[in-house]
């Protein structure tokens, strides 16, 4: 009897708590690049990377905060510049806000551009009333001379509005206090927009006899009316529908025979912008108006049809440069650090008795392996991810992809694939992961297949090492490493080219549809928070990708070691399949050390030089040859020509994705038939290109025998 009372005391005692502790669920919403994902972190403490692009968060991402010992969850649905739900983004916003019936909306606006957010504030007002307005980077626009009386705009929309610096710290306390302010305001009905006489007649008339508790009847009686939705779950939440759907049919025939039908669309945007205007003509006081001026003469060079592109490719050569130069030390470094650590281990091995075939495995194998990977690959992703997030951050992407939106479009393809493309720089990986931002599923595996032919940091090595020893060696420093720069750069345009040709090709065959149109906004140039920027490429991506890297690599050094160590006949298994390799690879303009290189290297680029130096000298292991020089006449002296180093520089540039990326490609499409598309099309097109390259080239020394 005891017992159950105080069974029953404790189940008490819970429910009291859980009542005591249960938060709001809230709902952020905002355009992109306003800062949205800042006041998230800022709220939840969750680290999601915020970038000054549009469309960055396409997922959506819960987390918690806790206020006056209560634990709200925050919801962040997808940057949306609307809710009229023509995009994905646009869908995901309006159907949570409208079905899930969230606490409270949060609608984070720009301080600098608030007219352009109005909209967003305004359709989600017409949703609910339980509104919060935050108007975020109130630093920059008092640097830019822009008074906002914010007292003035929560009066005009009547509801709470909050001032912040969300990336300074600055506003959370009273963004806490509006939020608890708000949550507890009674639902109620009421009309935030004027529309044209006849619609605005048949949205009440539908209004007073629609029947559906906890919904604004006004904004209801609009999206039944509206000619674009046809989504049940409008219908579902009548208990009238039926008296309701015959409404709806005879509001829509008046609205037909007096016009208001075809133009249902233009009549609520015009409706939108017209009050936007008038809210903010009353709100907003701009003293100067020079920074927009700024912009704009930036904008006028960097979207300019020859200077754009002209500052795209210098701004690429000059990423590259301090990419290849700054990484050579460090690298060196840490392959100075791993030569030691398998001296030591080496050491250890013997000291302990381990087997040689363990130690081999372990000390050659593994580590060895590893080492290559790290030090290949760590400097430069540490150099050159910081570098394209200050690009992100200073809002230069944008200008990318409206630049090149033009060539995608003749590719039957999205625009926003170029933001894909520039992230393949760093990693292939990331470029997949990052066409989440492309709404067309179509289109989408368009960006998916064809960000291979954008050269990773693996691959930068391989090709390096061959422009520096074949072709830029014919000039003396400085003047060297200027032509291998801008050989590089060629070679990297090469790999874009290809990515429009196979992206029209498989437009036209395996993926045919018509290019989606999307909006595309131009953010104002800010200044990157360089601590930031570093923190974030370092964690999120750096050493993300590295640690992916690694632990496809590891395997696979055992794999190599067992090749250039198993021996059948005194010949090892190394031999044998490159000697089986090459009658193929010579028709590719290669030998079968090469190929066989490629091939082994499929875990990861960095290390197919290592396992040619490894193949050539028989040394069981893999070497570092850091002399160029040395390098180069070890090639040469294995029968390596002109055209060798030719159809090397193109097979590394085409060729099948890492198994990192491939991982990422099946992950992202959830099917085998694209993954294995995705390793055929870019190893076909690079063997017919070697094929033709080779079979010119020695036609040219017939022709004309040096």
């Given at each position: 009897m005891l017992f159950e009372k105080l069974m029953q005391m404790n189940e008490e005692i819970n429910e009291l708590y859980e009542k005591e502790t249960k938060g709001y669920t809230i709902a952020l919403l905002g355009n992109p690049n306003v800062g949205k994902s800042t006041v998230f972190n800022g709220l939840t403490g969750m680290k999601q990377h915020t970038g000054n692009w549009p469309g960055k968060t396409v997922e959506l991402a819960s987390g918690t905060f806790t206020h006056h010992d209560c634990i709200h969850e925050m919801i962040d649905l997808p940057g949306t510049y609307s809710l009229l739900a023509h995009s994905s983004e646009e869908e995901v916003a309006r159907n949570f806000v409208c079905f899930e019936k969230c606490d409270v909306c949060l609608v984070v606006c720009d301080a600098t551009m608030l007219e352009r957010n109005m909209n967003l504030v305004l359709q989600t007002m017409e949703i609910t009333n339980r509104v919060v307005v935050i108007v975020n980077l109130m630093d920059e626009a008092e640097k830019k001379h822009i008074h906002l009386d914010l007292d003035k705009l929560a009066n005009l929309l009547q509801v709470e509005v909050v001032g912040m610096s969300a990336r300074n710290g600055k506003g959370f306390r009273s963004l806490k206090e509006a939020i608890e302010k708000t949550a507890q305001k009674p639902l109620r009905e009421w009309c935030v927009l004027s529309y044209d006489a006849q619609l605005q007649q048949a949205i009440e008339r539908l209004a007073q006899t629609i029947h559906a508790p906890g919904w604004n009847h006004h904004f209801l009686a609009l999206k039944l009316l509206d000619p674009q939705v046809e989504d049940e779950k409008f219908y579902a939440v009548l208990t009238n529908k039926e008296e309701v759907q015959t409404m709806v049919r005879q509001e829509q025939e008046h609205l037909k025979r007096s016009g208001c039908y075809e133009q249902f669309e233009d009549i609520i945007v015009n409706a939108l912008q017209k009050?936007?205007?008038?809210?903010?003509?009353?709100?907003?006081?701009?003293?100067?108006?020079?920074?927009?001026?700024?912009?704009?003469?930036?904008?006028?060079?960097?979207?300019?049809?020859?200077?754009?592109?002209?500052?795209?490719?210098?701004?690429?050569?000059?990423?590259?440069?301090?990419?290849?130069?700054g990484a050579n030390v460090p690298s060196a470094y840490l392959s100075a650090f791993f030569v030691q650590l398998e001296a030591w281990l080496h050491q250890a091995c013997e000291q302990l008795h381990v087997a040689k075939l363990l130690e081999g495995l372990f000390v050659d194998g593994m580590v060895k392996t590893a080492g290559w990977v790290i030090a290949v690959m760590l400097p430069p992703m540490a150099i050159f991810f910081p570098l394209f997030t200050l690009l992100e951050d200073f809002g230069y992407l944008p200008r990318i992809a409206f630049n090149l939106d033009g060539f995608f479009q003749k590719a039957c393809t999205c625009g926003k694939q170029a933001l894909t493309m520039a992230m393949g720089f760093g990693c292939n990986a990331v470029g997949v992961s990052g066409a989440r931002i492309i709404d067309s599923p179509r289109e989408r595996l368009i960006?998916?297949?064809?960000?291979?032919?954008?050269?990773?940091?693996?691959?930068?090595?391989?090709?390096?090492?061959?422009?520096?020893?074949?072709?830029?060696?014919?000039?003396?420093?400085?003047?060297?490493?200027?032509?291998?720069?801008?050989?590089?750069?060629?070679?990297?345009?090469?790999?874009?080219?290809?990515?429009?040709?196979?992206?029209?090709?498989?437009?036209?065959?395996?993926?045919?549809?018509?290019?989606?149109?999307?909006?595309?906004?131009?953010?104002?140039?800010?200044?990157?928070?360089?601590?930031?920027?570093?923190?974030?490429?370092?964690?999120?991506?750096?050493?993300?990708?590295?640690?992916?890297?690694?632990?496809?690599?590891?395997?696979?050094?055992?794999?190599?070691?067992?090749?250039?160590?198993?021996?059948?006949?005194?010949?090892?298994?190394?031999?044998?399949?490159?000697?089986?390799?090459?009658?193929?690879?010579?028709?590719?303009?290669l030998d079968g050390v090469i190929l066989l290189a490629f091939l082994l290297g499929f875990p990861a680029n960095e290390i197919v030089v290592p396992i040619m130096i490894m193949a050539y000298m028989a040394s069981g292991s893999m070497n570092d040859l850091s002399n160029l020089t040395l390098l180069k006449s070890l090639f040469v002296d294995h029968g390596w020509t002109w055209i060798t180093a030719i159809c090397t520089l193109l097979f590394s540039l085409v060729h099948f994705p890492c198994a990192t990326?491939?991982?990422?490609?099946?992950?992202?499409?959830?099917?085998?038939?694209?993954?294995?598309?995705?390793?055929?099309?870019?190893?076909?097109?690079?063997?017919?290109?070697?094929?033709?390259?080779?079979?010119?080239?020695?036609?040219?020394?017939?022709?004309?025998?040096?």
């Open positions: 009050k936007a205007k008038m809210i903010c003509d009353q709100c907003v006081k701009i003293e100067d108006g020079s920074y927009l001026e700024k912009d704009m003469r930036m904008d006028r060079i960097v979207t300019h049809k020859v200077w754009g592109f002209l500052c795209m490719i210098v701004l690429l050569a000059l990423i590259f440069w301090i990419t290849i130069a960006a998916i297949l064809t960000n291979v032919f954008v050269p990773c940091n693996g691959r930068f090595p391989t090709l390096i090492s061959i422009i520096t020893m074949f072709f830029a060696g014919m000039f003396a420093a400085p003047w060297n490493g200027l032509f291998a720069t801008l050989l590089l750069t060629l070679v990297i345009l090469f790999g874009i080219f290809l990515t429009f040709l196979v992206s029209k090709f498989l437009s036209k065959t395996l993926l045919k549809g018509i290019p989606s149109s999307f909006s595309l906004e131009l953010p104002p140039y800010r200044r990157p928070q360089f601590g930031k920027v570093i923190l974030r490429s370092i964690f999120d991506r750096t050493l993300f990708v590295l640690g992916r890297a690694i632990s496809v690599a590891l395997p696979a050094g055992i794999i190599i070691w067992l090749f250039a160590n198993v021996e059948v006949q005194g010949i090892t298994i190394l031999a044998y399949v490159s000697g089986f390799l090459d009658p193929f690879a010579k028709l590719m303009g990326t491939l991982l990422t490609i099946h992950k992202e499409t959830q099917s085998w038939k694209w993954t294995w598309l995705a390793f055929l099309i870019p190893t076909i097109l690079g063997i017919l290109l070697c094929m033709s390259v080779n079979a010119v080239a020695h036609l040219i020394l017939l022709i004309f025998p040096l």
